[in-house]
């Protein structure tokens, strides 16, 4: 993976496109996420430039909405300079990682087989114990082949309407979280699916991971879990990092309040633009003992690249793992992003068949598909193995969790120094990870430094050290090309 063996908290820059152009301006026009500003320097900005400002993380940081006739640039260049101002940056949107099919009729569920998925239900098809948090479009939560898996906040199902029965924050949250709901999106904080592109992007995530075996449709990787729902894309499947930080947010205090127990968390999104508040929420997950599973990204791009960092799945910190697109032979589809330091691994990604809105199932392309399938994967594992739950505020229980995964990946490329495209080189094994089965042709250290490769900053060549000068997850010695990407990052320097 990247990150660093080294355990650190960084923030770091990012930006990511999908398969479709990117806009030109890819951010609230009239927003600016700031921490450390002060009430009394909000209200001064630009001569009373700020209309309103909204708490959105535990980490003390603000989105303020701007009057007409301050920039975004303008307004994060001003609040930069303030010497508590920790940064400023854009309300970047954030789009669904997905593609649209060629072939109507890719309806077979190849992708089970190829990660022998049926060898791994023989030990296992998932627990109700376990459950994997979707930060998508929001989950159809009428669809028949995930009634029967999706989370339920007990304390709200029975408690009074308009109240908070858990005391984790968060009023009539029955099924999860909908964070779209402040942009005025719809009416009701239900995690409902609306995407109408896919139809249903987190709908088609969550069958991946939780589809039940109940003679509808297919199945997902997990036969019985717990899937909650967390929308922050909107109907076009776009979405503001202030909202995906909410999500997260969201899951660390129902898990704190008691109400879920949520230690994965599938992220098939991504975008452009520099946000140290997106890294800061993922490295909340991370002390909350939470794997984030992310999305590479569609647009065949070496996410290495130190002029364009990818969010979320490119950001330098520990606890994410990001997942390439495979297809049915196991070569990397044409469309995936890719890294030798900061994409994990492959997974299935082309051709996937899985639920979408109104009851029905379709096949889709992309990162997305494949990000569910690793997802999925750690549920059952934890399903098959519960000591292996990362403890918050454990780290070491956490990169125990993800060994078990990355460890049992199957080799898919000869000359992995050459040829491979991720840090480990292989592709998801479902068995391999629930059996603890190790394929005898994996090398996990092929550089030899004592240092597993999805844990290496520059797994195919000797980085004596980690050095990491830039701190971005790529070690020194390694050299992808420095492709530059649109959009504008934090104004200033990025906090450490």
């Known amino acids: 993976m990247k990150r660093g063996f080294c355990i650190s908290l960084l923030a770091m820059l990012l930006v990511l496109g999908s398969a479709s152009a990117l806009p030109a301006q890819n951010y609230a026009p009239d927003q600016v996420i700031v921490r450390g500003a002060t009430p009394a320097q909000l209200t001064s900005l630009g001569g009373g430039g700020v209309k309103a400002a909204r708490h959105i993380s535990r980490r003390g940081v603000e989105l303020i909405t701007l009057r007409r006739g301050l920039s975004v640039k303008a307004a994060a260049a001003l609040l930069e300079k303030l010497p508590n101002v920790e940064y400023a940056c854009p309300n970047y ?6 593609t649209i099919p060629p072939d109507p009729y890719y309806g077979s569920q190849w992708g089970w087989p190829k990660i022998d998925a049926p060898l791994a239900w023989d030990d296992t098809t998932g627990s109700a114990t376990v459950t994997v948090g979707v930060i998508d479009t929001g989950v159809d939560l009428d669809h028949p082949d995930l009634q029967a898996n999706l989370w339920v906040n007990q304390a709200e199902l029975t408690g009074l309407s308009g109240q908070d029965d858990d005391g984790n924050g968060y009023t009539d949250d029955i099924y999860g979280w ?46 019985t879990v717990k899937i909650m729902a967390l929308k922050f894309l909107n109907a076009a499947g776009t979405g503001y990092d202030s909202d995906a930080i909410a999500c997260i947010d969201y899951v660390i205090a129902t898990n704190n309040a008691g109400s879920s127990n949520v230690k994965i968390l599938s992220n098939s999104w991504s975008g452009p633009g520099a946000s140290p508040a997106l890294q800061g929420a993922v490295e909340d997950a991370r002390a909350a003992g939470i794997v984030f599973v992310a999305a590479a990204g569609n647009e065949a791009f070496n996410i290495d690249s130190p002029g364009c960092v990818i969010a979320p799945g490119g950001l330098n910190v520990i606890n994410i793992v990001t997942v390439a697109a495979s297809d049915l032979y196991d070569g990397m589809a044409g469309f995936s992003n890719h890294g030798r330091s900061l994409c994990t691994l492959r997974a299935p990604g082309v051709g996937i068949y899985s639920t979408v809105k109104d009851g029905q199932h379709k096949s889709s392309d992309g990162t997305s598909m494949a990000c569910p399938h690793v997802a999925g994967v750690f549920a059952l594992v934890l399903a098959a193995v519960p000591a292996l739950e990362p403890v918050p505020g454990n780290l070491t229980t956490l990169m125990n969790f993800v060994d078990r995964v990355m460890y049992n990946v199957d080799p898919v490329v000869a000359d992995p120094v050459n040829d491979a495209k991720t840090s480990t080189g292989g592709r998801l094994n479902a068995n391999r990870a629930v059996k603890n089965l190790p394929n005898v042709a994996y090398n996990p250290d092929v550089d030899g430094d004592f240092i597993p490769n999805h844990w290496d900053n520059c797994p195919y060549v000797s980085n004596p050290g980690q050095v990491d000068t830039d701190l971005d997850g790529v070690g020194d010695n390694c050299t992808p090309p420095n492709v530059p990407c649109p959009g504008f990052g934090c104004i200033g320097s990025v906090p450490r």
Not at 192 to 203: A, Q
């Open 178 to 223: 909908n964070a779209s709901v402040d942009k005025g999106q719809i009416a009701t904080t239900t995690p409902d699916d609306d995407d109408f592109l896919t139809p249903g992007h987190g709908t088609h995530c969550a069958g991946v991971i939780g589809a039940a075996s109940n003679t509808i449709g297919g199945v997902g990787a997990n036969w």
């Open 93 to 98: 949107i954030r789009k669904a990682a997905e």
